[in-house]
């Protein structure tokens, strides 16, 4: 067996490098994974294939990768490559998960409340008007027939909102609803942004990543497109992958999918030109990835208020009609 190569600077070989990442991981599903490459890298096979035979536990992307670094003898950069790669996507994932989930936070929290309101409040404030003779306005009577109709029927809504919460989940799982989901996630006002936004960033990072590693062109776009959240994302860089391999520059594909910014086609255009093709993808993967940052701030500083104005707005009108017959009887009485 040939001499087996060192993993990084510090001279560890790989065989002993995974033998010492299984001791220190602690998911179990992944120490098994490691020890099982572990044991066949001992018995000489190739890490790429060692890892491949793992059931997905690692990243296509990762295997390919480990493969070209095999092959060129620059496995420790590939490895590198692929923790800065993994470093920014996590980082960008987190920054798109934190700009949804607060949002939808607050709009459970108000939903929370509002039911509260309905189902609580509204009735003992009903019930001290129930045998006085005042007359209701138009706004009390429709929040107090909803607030009947709440505390009447509370099982019947309970069960449609999770019917919608399940039917929703079961059709997006399909075919036609991934395209409507997808379609919907990039064009609604604000969130629509960040999410083309991330798919630049990836299609950057990966690309520059896999090219730099020494993986072909074409498999360097089919791995990224895979990689793509976004079925539209998933479709367009496969429809690029089939064009490329007839030929056509990789920026034509990203221009007529209409889904990727001027700026992207431009600089992969400039990039193919000049033969620097990895520079200009390094530079739309930092453009994006603190453009990212900056768009899911932005994001949550206009949501964060315009969500507690709805909230005041709605709790508003509810508190309101409930003390238009308090005033109603003030009146009566004077």
């Not at 496995?75 to 490559?81: C, E, M, N, P, T």
């Not at 790669?85 to 939903?111: N, R, S």
Request: hydrophobic share 50%; proline share 4%.
């Amino acid at each position: 067996m040939s001499p087996v190569p060192s993993i990084n600077n510090a001279g560890v070989s790989v065989v002993e490098a995974f033998g010492m990442l299984a001791d220190q991981t602690e998911n179990k599903a992944l120490q098994d994974a490691i020890n099982a490459v572990h044991t066949d890298i001992g018995k000489g096979e190739t890490l790429a294939k060692a890892m491949r035979k793992q059931g997905g536990v690692f990243p296509e992307m990762l295997c390919n990768m480990v493969e070209a670094g095999e092959a060129s003898g620059s496995l420790d950069k590939s490895f590198d490559r692929m923790s800065i790669q993994f470093e920014k996507d996590a980082a960008l994932q987190q920054a798109v998960k934190k700009a949804v989930t607060y949002p939808i936070i607050l709009v459970v929290v108000m939903i929370a409340v509002i039911v509260a309101m309905m189902i609580f409040v509204i009735p003992t404030f009903m019930n001290m008007f129930a045998d006085l003779d005042v007359e209701m306005p138009a706004s009390t009577m429709f929040i107090v027939h909803l607030s009947d109709f709440m505390v009447a029927w509370w099982w019947l809504c309970l069960i449609v909102v999770i019917a919608l919460i399940f039917g929703w989940k079961a059709y997006a799982a399909t075919e036609s609803g991934k395209e409507v989901t997808s379609a919907l996630a990039i064009k609604l006002p604000i969130l629509g942004n960040v999410k083309t936004k991330s798919a630049c960033a990836r299609l950057g990072r990966t690309l520059c990543t896999l090219l730099g590693a020494g993986v072909p062109m074409v498999d360097a776009i089919d791995i990224t497109g895979r990689s793509m959240e976004n079925l539209l994302y998933k479709r367009a860089m496969k429809d690029a992958k089939d064009q490329v391999l007839r030929g056509v520059p990789l920026s034509k594909p990203l221009q007529s999918c209409g889904l990727f910014p001027a700026m992207v086609v431009h600089m992969v255009a400039i990039g193919e030109e000049t033969g620097n093709i990895e520079a200009m993808l390094e530079n739309v993967a930092q453009y994006y990835e603190e453009d990212v940052q900056l768009a899911t701030e932005q994001m949550m500083t206009i949501l964060e208020p315009a969500i507690i104005v709805v909230m005041a707005v709605i709790v508003g009108y509810m508190c309101i009609a409930i003390f238009q017959p308090m005033l109603t009887l003030y009146d009566a009485l004077s």
